[in-house]
């Protein structure tokens, strides 16, 4: 989504400067990401669920100084019953875009950005949406080291209006992350979704995964993409949520 202008150069240079910028999520690039994660043993009837989101990253450079990095997530789900008289639907979930205002010059090193993010409610069924508007800050940090690059992304979102009939919202997600690049586009990665929501108290409360997996950044003819898997467990958890996710992601990647 957004970084420098020095280091979007670098970055594009070649398979392990490219993979550094698919891994930062303000990288001055364009890209497609389609992320898939499966969860496992979701609902009382502990049945998998499937979120594909479609998060297309498009950044707008406002002057010489600064840019704007627009990331918007439509999620495609299709969730297992959640009562044990349920059905099983699939659909859109609630559409989460977010902007981040970065600076194309790093702070002492760190790459970052800070602005809003927004979640509307378009799911196409009732159990796919939380039937709320919400926006919050959200904040990024990026940093660049040799071979590594690492960082955490955070939020938080607060409902203004809606159904009256649903649940407020007040929800935080946090998303360390963590890569070591090889040679030849190759990479380690763990990056983590935690989140809280702050209506629940106790073990409801929070969502806590531990985990990581391989990606690689290549060519399929002349068109750059970043693929990569990875499998987490989660270690805390609300009573029916997943016990493990397995997150496999393709990204287009579309560099200046």
């Keep these: 989504m957004a970084g420098s202008g020095a280091f979007a150069q670098k970055e594009h240079g070649g398979a392990g400067d490219l993979a550094k910028a698919a891994q930062n999520p303000i990288a001055d690039m364009i890209s497609l990401p389609f992320q898939s994660n499966l969860n496992f043993a979701v609902g009382p009837h502990s049945k998998p ?9 498009i950044p707008l450079h406002l002057d010489q100084d600064w840019n704007l990095i627009t990331r918007w997530i ?5 969730q297992p019953p959640l009562t044990i008289t349920g059905d099983r639907e699939a659909g859109l979930g609630d559409f989460n875009p ?5 600076p194309r010059q790093p702070t002492h090193g760190v790459i970052w950005g800070i602005g809003p993010t927004f979640v509307l409610p378009t799911g196409t069924d009732k ?14 940090a ?3 080291k040799g071979p590594w690059l690492f960082g955490v992304l955070i939020n938080n979102v607060w409902s203004f209006a809606g ?6 919202v007040n929800q935080m997600l946090v998303q360390p992350f963590v890569n070591y690049n090889f040679a030849g586009g190759w990479y380690l990665t763990s990056s983590p979704i935690i989140t809280a929501n702050w209506q629940e108290s106790g073990r409801e409360r929070w969502t806590v995964p531990v985990g990581g997996g391989f990606g690689r950044v290549f060519k399929i003819d002349e068109q750059p993409v970043n693929m990569q898997l990875s499998a987490y467990y989660n270690v805390v958890k609300p009573t029916d949520g997943a016990n493990w996710q397995l997150r496999a992601e393709l990204t287009f990647l579309f560099p200046e």
């Design 74 to 78: 439509m999620p495609v789900i299709s």
């Design 49 to 57: 669920q499937n979120i594909l989101n479609i998060q297309p990253v």
């Design 98 to 102: 977010s902007f981040f205002f970065s």
């Design 127 to 140: 159990t796919l949406t939380q039937g709320k508007y919400s926006i919050g800050p959200s904040f990024v």
């Design 142 to 144: 990026v940093i660049d």
């Design 163 to 168: 159904k009256s009939k649903r649940p407020d």
